[in-house]
C-alpha cells in the first residue's frame, strides 16, 4: 500500500501555518530550515522565499509580459527651469532677466528651459516593483531559471525575461526615474498610482501591495497552500513535509486548550502557550531544556547480574577505552539521542510534564519498531540540562507520541500503552487527521 500523498499532507499543514505564520506565533526558522526551492542550493530566509514566490504568481508573469509596450508611454510633469548661457539660446528668452545682464555681458541669454519630470507618485510606484522582480529574476534565479524545473514554467520565455531586465537596466526613462529611498513608495504615491488612467500604474500599485502583504506574512490560506504546493519543496523528501503535517496538527490541538503567544525573535521553541502561569513550549527536532544522553562513566562501576546485560555493558566500557588509544577527543556516551518533537509543560519555571514526539513517514513493519524503541529510549534517559536524575525517576509526567503514515499492526491492536511510569500514544495519518478535524469542528 502506498503511502499518504504529499498534496494531501499539504492541504492539511497550510491552513495551520497561514494561521501561525499570520500571528507571528511560529519561529520562522522552523520555515526557513525546512523549505526550499528545486535547484537553489540555499535560502538565505523566509523574505527571499516569499519574493521568489511572489514573482512567480500569474499576476507578476502577465505584467512583464505586457512591460515592453507599457513603458513606452510613462507620465511625466514639465517643469520650467532658468537657465544661463552664452552664445547659445536655450528656451523662451526671458528678456525681463537678460537685457540687465547683458549690460555686463553681451553673449548671455536667460531662457525659460522646460525639463521633464519623472518622479512623479505613478513612477515611483513603478520603479520600486520593478526593482523587486529584476532583483529576483537576476540574483536569486539566474542560475535555476536556465534549468528544465516545472515550477519555473511560466518563466522559461527568456526573450521575455532579457526584455524585463533591459528596460529596467537601459530604458532611458525607467532610468531618469530615481531609485526608490529605504522605506519605498508611500501610501499617497500608492493611492496616486492606484487611481490613474493608465494601466500600467494600477496594476503596479495593485502588485506592489500584494508584494508588501506577502513580505509581512498577510497571506491567506489558499496563497500558503499555493506557495508550499507549487513551487516549494521540502528537502529530500516528502518526510519533512509528514514532520510539518504532524507538529502543526498537534499545534492545533494544542491552541484550542492554551492559548498561543507571539514567538519571540531568537527562540528555540518553534510555539508557545500560555495559561496562567503555565507554559507549553514546543521544539522540533531540538532537545529543548531536555538532554538524552548516557555518559560511559555511569557504567564502568555499575555490573549486572544478568549475563548478556553484563556481556554488553563490558562490551561498550572496553570500546571506549579501546578507542582513547587511537583518537585524541573521544565522546563519553554510549547513548544520545534527539527527538523529533518535545513538548514541555513549566509551571513557574518547574517541569511539571514531557511530552516526547516522535514521527516516521512510513508504513514498515521494521520502522515502527525502531520509531517505538526509540521513545523507549528516549524516555528513559531524558534529563533536564541540570538534572542529576532521569526524568522517569522525578515526579514529572513523562509520556510520549508516536506518529506513523500507517500503523502495521494487527486490528484490534491498542494503540495506547501504559506502564512502568508513563503512556505512549500512536497515530497514523488516518487517525490524526479524525482528531485534528474533531477538534477543529
Known amino acids: 500500500m502506498s503511502k499518504t500523498p504529499g498534496k494531501e499532507l499539504v492541504d492539511k499543514v497550510a491552513p495551520e501555518m497561514a494561521a501561525y505564520l499570520r500571528k507571528g506565533c511560529i519561529n520562522p526558522d522552523l520555515i526557513e530550515d525546512n523549505l526550499s526551492y528545486v535547484g537553489i542550493d540555499r535560502i538565505q530566509d523566509l523574505e527571499s522565499i516569499l519574493k521568489i514566490h511572489f514573482v512567480l504568481t500569474d499576476e507578476v508573469v502577465d505584467y ?25 539660446i536655450r528656451g523662451s528668452i526671458d528678456w525681463s532677466r537678460t537685457l540687465p545682464r547683458r549690460q555686463i555681458d553681451g553673449s548671455v541669454f536667460i531662457c525659460h528651459n522646460p525639463t521633464r519630470n519623472y518622479d512623479v507618485p505613478e513612477n515611483i510606484v513603478l520603479k520600486e516593483l520593478l526593482s523587486v522582480i529584476y532583483e529576483v529574476l537576476e540574483y536569486d534565479l539566474k542560475k535555476p531559471i536556465q534549468e528544465d524545473y516545472n515550477w519555473l514554467k511560466k518563466l522559461r520565455d527568456e526573450e521575455r525575461i532579457n526584455q524585463l531586465k533591459n528596460i529596467f537596466n537601459r530604458n532611458v526613462h525607467i532610468n531618469r526615474i530615481s531609485q526608490p529611498v529605504e522605506y519605498g513608495a508611500t501610501d499617497r504615491d500608492i ?133 582513547k588509544g587511537f583518537l585524541d577527543e573521544v565522546k563519553g556516551s554510549f547513548y544520545s539521542g534527539r527527538p523529533d518533537m518535545l513538548i514541555e509543560y513549566r509551571r513557574d519555571g518547574v517541569l511539571e510534564r514531557l511530552v516526547i514526539g516522535e514521527f516516521k513517514y512510513s508504513r514498515g513493519k521494521q520502522t515502527f519498531s525502531k520509531g517505538l524503541k526509540e521513545l523507549s529510549e528516549y524516555i528513559h534517559f531524558a534529563k533536564e540540562v541540570r538534572g542529576e536524575r532521569h526524568l522517569i525517576d522525578e515526579e514529572v509526567d513523562v509520556s510520549a507520541v508516536f506518529i506513523i503514515d500507517k500503523v502495521p499492526a494487527k486490528a484490534d491492536a491498542d494503540l495506547v500503552y501504559e506502564g512502568n511510569g508513563y503512556r505512549v500514544e500512536i497515530y497514523d495519518t488516518e487517525k490524526l487527521m479524525d482528531l485534528y478535524d474533531d477538534r477543529t469542528a
Open 64 to 88: 512583464i509580459k505586457a512591460l515592453p509596450e507599457r513603458v513606452r508611454r510613462i507620465k511625466t510633469e514639465s517643469k520650467k527651469q532658468m537657465v544661463e548661457s552664452k552664445g547659445e
Open 191 to 323: 493611492s496616486v498610482a492606484e487611481n490613474s488612467r493608465k494601466e500600467l500604474y494600477v496594476d503596479s500599485a495593485s502588485l506592489l501591495l500584494k508584494y508588501r502583504r506577502m513580505i509581512e506574512l498577510d497571506l491567506d490560506e489558499e496563497e500558503i497552500k499555493k506557495l508550499l504546493d507549487e513551487t516549494l519543496i521540502l528537502p529530500g523528501e516528502v518526510h519533512k513535509l509528514f514532520e510539518f503535517y504532524a507538529i502543526f496538527s498537534y499545534l492545533k490541538i494544542l491552541g484550542r486548550e492554551y492559548e498561543v503567544r507571539p514567538i519571540r525573535a531568537g527562540a528555540s521553541p518553534i510555539a508557545e502557550f500560555v495559561e496562567d502561569d503555565l507554559v507549553v513550549a514546543v521544539y522540533h527536532d531540538n532537545t529543548g531544556n531536555m538532554r538524552f544522553y548516557g555518559d560511559i562513566e555511569e557504567l564502568k562501576d555499575e555490573e549486572c547480574t544478568i549475563e548478556h546485560l553484563e556481556q554488553y555493558r563490558r562490551s561498550v566500557v572496553e570500546h571506549a577505552d579501546i578507542i
